[in-house]
């Protein structure tokens, strides 16, 4: 089907309002994140041009499109409101152009375009940027932890625990590390040792002045030694993750760290899973979302522009909050990951048919 003129003008118009919508919101939300990070800047010695490339510009792609689903509403009420304020809609149904036609063509394909900017940024564009942007906070705006952790406890596999004192980051070396393994409730096998240290070459850990505990009923076997090399499902890089680990990972790596974490057996894993089904059900939300603006903008009434934003900004709130709590049950209830994540969409949905089936044509 070729594009008509109208067509073009009207994607244009939407790109646009967009375009205009973020601008107008990234410029917002810059400020009021400035005004509470500057003491920190300064107090680190941030330099000027590392705070623009290397926050700020990590910052803007973050702030766009986990909030995108409010401002590509916004942008459909602003501009269509317009167009039916001016009358516009009114002479194109007029000139022949059917209701659905002037939705399903124009709007969808500008809808496919957002889209497709939205996937790939979550699940690659994003999640780069994020990782520049915690970098530089971990420099200048958070306490520097150290190259040192202490206290390690980590689930390593399904009933297997391991504790180290401290781990140097640095050279990949701990000291008093133990590994415990529980069968049926009870201790089976408890390995200690006085040091270990990671060998690249033969991706397995070293340990000095180990003693190992086998247990078999109320029978013992005990064995000991200066020096020996096993491997594990522990690597050094797991003693570097942070609680905002999931967001700096593309989803490629986000997937892989999951299957880890399952034959690992540790808990928590909806968190991840819920992150990684958020990045593809909050794009196609523009979907519904358009059918839902355009629905509601294409009429012409007295409040005008401001009551059609109101109502915009009202629902695509309603929709933000919805996602929110459904990842909650998802992560503390017993609801499954894709389900929760993909809930607002299907109720929403409902809600875009009802709309545009009332809507007047």
């Known amino acids: 089907m070729l594009l008509k003129i109208i067509d073009r003008y009207i994607i244009a118009k939407f790109l646009g309002a967009f375009v205009f919508t973020v601008l107008l919101f990234a410029a917002v939300a810059v400020s009021i994140d400035l005004s509470e990070r500057i003491d920190d800047f300064l107090e680190h010695n941030a330099p000027f041009w590392g705070v623009i490339t290397g926050y700020y510009l990590n910052f803007i792609p973050f702030i766009i499109f ?36 002037l939705l399903f063509v124009p709007y969808l394909i500008a809808s496919v375009i957002l889209v497709a900017l939205q996937l790939y940024a979550n699940h690659f564009f994003v999640p780069n940027a994020n990782k520049k942007r915690f970098d530089f906070e971990d420099m200048y705006v958070k306490k520097k932890t150290g190259s040192t952790n202490k206290n390690v406890h980590m689930q390593i596999a399904p009933d297997t625990y391991i504790y180290v004192e401290t781990f140097n980051n640095r050279d990949s070396t701990g000291r008093n590390f133990t590994l415990e393994k529980i069968a049926n409730k009870q201790l089976s096998y408890k390995l200690s040792a006085k040091n270990i240290a990671w060998k690249d070459s033969t991706k397995s850990w070293q340990l000095n002045n180990y003693l190992a505990h086998s247990f078999n009923g109320l029978k013992e076997t005990v064995r000991h030694g200066d020096k020996t090399d096993t491997a594990f499902n522990l690597k050094p890089a797991d003693f570097q993750k942070k609680v905002n680990l999931k967001e700096a990972m593309t989803t490629p790596e986000l997937a892989v760290f999951i299957e880890e974490e399952k034959v690992k057996g540790a808990p928590f894993i909806e968190f991840y899973q819920v992150e990684r089904y958020r990045r593809t059900a909050v794009p196609f939300a523009t979907f519904i979302l358009t059918i839902i603006g355009f629905s509601i903008a294409s009429r012409k009434v007295r409040g005008g522009i401001g009551l059609h934003l109101f109502a915009g900004i009202a629902i695509s709130s309603a929709y933000v909050l919805l996602l929110q709590f459904a990842t909650t049950f998802a992560t503390n209830g017993n609801l499954s990951p894709m389900l929760s994540v993909w809930l607002p969409n299907l109720l929403f949905g409902v809600f875009s048919v009802v709309l545009l089936l009332r809507a007047p044509k």
Request: hydrophobic share 60%.
């Open 66 to 101: 986990f909030l995108s689903p409010l401002f590509i509403f916004i942008a459909v009420i602003f501009f269509t409101s317009r167009l039916a304020s001016r009358s516009e809609i009114i002479a194109i149904l007029a000139s022949g152009v059917s209701f659905y036609r």
